[in-house]
């Protein structure tokens, strides 16, 4: 039986009617850019994320950008990041004219090696860290280096495209960060129904830097303070991602059952391990994680996978040091900084399908497939 690796088409009942409603309604009165809808959606957002600054956007990609230049980050400046990210974390950096040092990660919760960073922030005094929180989990240790970064005058960014509604120590992610970012991207926890994005601020003045940029700079209609681009979200994503906010704890806690799941069903396996978020984090189910320590192991499963039509993902299959792109963007001190963590992550990862609303049928599907794999 076919089993897709997510499935976003499981919507609840009554779902798709509000959501031809509200199109009918944005289309009656071409209310397309920005106006009520908007403001609604930047509200509920910063009452759900502790009452944080919140500024929508085009995407997650332009959300990084746009933290990063209201931060005053440009041309030649140092930025930390990790190792293990997806592409757009390392172009948003090359994007606004600052140097990518790549940090390699811890092996507990795959972000970065606060050692290293310490160091980095000593010996090369960069002018910004820009961490991500993987697979729906946070950082274990994100508030010792929100700490580390405000003592040392250096913003820490967040990259937290995968961690929309995960909690650190019971409260939202996003509640004390300096400047954290999210994306909407639909196959996200939290999707929209095409691009879109935010920032989250706990400075107000920054956060209005930050919205000044994404509408072209514009202080007036017709005045321009900052050089800016276009990066509004429009109505139509705004209105899309309020009506979803209506279901997402049910949504989040159809994952995070499977996700125990996982857990509990392949507990007993010699030589896999499903990986679990920090003790001190609430997930919010994005990702499945589990690491193969056999590499012939893993491409036998990876086979039956296959076979079987049962889909799966490798997030990610190879670190920003390896990527093609990468080269000519490459400094020097990052061979001081990166290391074979990230690059085993990425050889032993395997991601089985974790989304809302899976069926019994399904999940028993992909258990047995695993399990064939390792029947010696």
Not at 322 to 337: F, H, I, K, R, V
Request: one cysteine or more; proline letters at 3%.
């Amino acid at each position: 039986m076919a089993v897709p690796f997510i499935d976003i088409k499981r919507l609840e009942n009554g779902f798709q009617q509000k959501w031809i409603e509200a199109v009918k309604n944005l289309s009656n009165n071409t209310a397309f850019i920005g106006g009520e809808v908007v403001l609604q959606l930047e509200n509920s957002l910063s009452n759900i994320c502790g009452n944080t600054n919140v500024v929508t956007c085009a995407n997650g990609t332009d959300a990084m950008q746009l933290a990063l230049r209201a931060n005053d980050i440009s041309t030649g400046d140092k930025v930390l990041i990790p190792d293990l990210t997806f592409w757009a974390t390392f172009e948003a950096v090359v994007n606004v004219g600052a140097l990518p040092i790549l940090v390699d990660c811890n092996l507990k919760d795959q972000t970065l090696d606060i050692e290293k960073v310490t160091h980095a922030i000593t010996q090369i005094k960069p002018q910004a860290v820009l961490i991500v929180h993987l697979y729906g989990w946070a950082a274990k240790e994100i508030k010792t280096l929100r700490l580390i970064c405000e003592k040392s005058g250096i913003p820490l960014i967040e990259d937290s495209a995968q961690a929309f509604y995960v909690k650190v120590d019971n409260q939202s992610i996003f509640k004390d960060a300096h400047c954290a970012t999210t994306s909407f991207y639909p196959a996200k926890v939290f999707g929209a129904a095409g691009d879109a994005g935010a920032v989250f601020c706990k400075d107000s003045e920054l956060a209005e830097k930050i919205r000044l940029l994404t509408n072209h700079g514009r202080s007036t209609h017709y005045g321009y303070q900052a050089i800016g681009w276009n990066s509004r979200i429009d109505a139509l994503q705004a209105a899309y991602l309020t009506i979803s906010l209506e279901y997402l704890q049910k949504r989040v806690e159809s994952r995070l059952d499977f996700a125990k799941r996982y857990q509990k069903e392949l507990a007993g396996i010699t030589g896999i391990k499903v990986a679990s978020p920090p003790e001190n984090i609430i997930s919010n189910g994005y990702c499945n994680v589990c690491f193969i320590d056999d590499l012939k192991i893993k491409t036998e499963l990876e086979a039956r996978l296959k076979e079987n039509q049962i889909g799966f993902a490798n997030i990610y299959p190879s670190t920003m040091s390896e990527q093609l792109g990468a080269e000519p963007y490459m400094n020097p001190l990052s061979t001081n900084y990166c290391g074979d963590n990230a690059k085993w992550v990425c050889q032993h990862i395997i991601n089985l399908p974790l989304f809302a609303y899976m069926r019994e049928d399904e999940f028993k599907e992909v258990i047995d497939t695993v399990k064939s794999a390792f029947q010696f």
